[in-house]
């Protein structure tokens, strides 16, 4: 397997700190000046996807969040506050499982 270690000048995606103890570093180390942690090589590289996939979830939960947000923002105006004018449960459309 290839080392796919990012390129020089890449920065983490989840800070600049290093996985383990979060001190500065960039992907010109070979490893953490701190805590020696190796940064470079197949399970490093690993490490890296992992942690880029994280930080992708990371935003798309946010944004589907805000997004659900605004959803309800826009639905509950449309509720009553009267209980009796609410659909009874089982009234509206048959669900789909």
Do not use: F, N
Not at 11 to 22: A, I, M, S, V
Not at 39 to 59: C, E, F, I, N, Y
């Amino acid at each position: 397997m290839p080392d796919r270690t990012p390129p020089p000048g890449a920065r983490r995606p989840l800070g600049t700190g290093c996985p383990e103890c979060d001190a500065p570093i960039d992907a010109t180390y070979d490893r953490c000046p701190r805590c020696a942690l190796p940064l470079r090589g197949p399970v490093a590289t690993q490490l890296w996807h992992v942690d880029r996939a994280l930080a992708d979830l990371r935003a798309k939960e946010a944004e589907l969040l805000e997004r659900r947000g605004g959803l309800l923002a826009r639905l509950l105006p449309m509720t009553s506050s009267r209980p009796w004018e609410r659909p009874r449960p089982g009234s509206g459309p048959p669900r789909r499982c």
